[in-house]
């Protein structure tokens, strides 16, 4: 059972990926939370979809992913190229590398809430050192 969580969670990475906004809701419950927030199936799309207007080269890679059903807890990787501020920081196209990690409670087969916290500190530190 916990592995066929983790192949639904890369489902819905790889659904991210391909920016193929019409099957969201087969991973993404109607009600759903980010970071306590109620966002519902519609807000959380759009939230989505302007990171990726944002960040036109935005990947989500596993680098670690650890599951205890109803819960998956996961650190993604980034290494993309911000067009504009992100983060309330100017990157301006730059290339950036880092982290996020992120926990999610799944009611059934779905994401029904989301807690998320980007590594800022490592974006800060590559914009000193360009």
């Known amino acids: 059972m916990i592995g066929k969580l983790a192949d639904t969670y890369r489902a819905y990475l790889d659904c991210l990926n391909r920016q193929a906004w019409d099957e969201l809701g087969r991973f993404v419950d109607d009600n759903v939370q980010h970071n306590g927030r109620l966002l519902r199936l519609r807000g959380y799309r759009e939230m989505l979809v302007k990171d990726f207007a944002d960040i036109p080269d935005l990947h989500f890679n596993i680098q670690l992913l650890v599951c205890e059903r109803p819960r998956l807890a996961a650190r993604l ?37 989301v807690w998320s916290v980007v590594d800022k500190a490592a974006i800060e530190a590559q914009l000193v050192d360009s």
């Open 77 to 113: 990787s980034f290494d993309c190229s911000p067009n504009d501020e992100f983060l309330g920081l100017s990157v301006n196209g730059r290339r950036v590398s880092f982290t996020e990690n992120v926990f999610y409670e799944f009611t059934g087969s779905k994401i029904s809430s």
